[in-house]
């Protein structure tokens, strides 16, 4: 499973490389707010005390 996840990922990089510099830039603000609203997510849910 793992092998097939570095594969997939190293594919995703190799295609980004081809795009012009303003499609990488664009993806790239696009990944920081999606990471950004994910952290804002994790820090709002309830965490179950053990």
């Given at each position: 499973?793992?092998?097939?996840?570095?594969?997939?990922?190293r594919?995703?990089?190799?295609?980004?490389?081809?795009?012009?510099?303003?499609?990488?830039?664009?993806?790239?603000?696009?990944?920081?707010?999606?990471?950004?609203?994910?952290?804002?997510?994790?820090?709002r849910?309830?965490?179950?005390?053990?």
């Amino acid at each position: 499973m793992a092998a097939i996840h570095t594969f997939l990922v190293r594919l995703t990089t190799q295609a980004i490389r081809l795009l012009p510099r303003r499609v990488q830039g664009a993806l790239d603000a696009w990944s920081r707010r999606v990471a950004h609203a994910r952290a804002l997510r994790r820090q709002r849910a309830i965490r179950p005390k053990d």
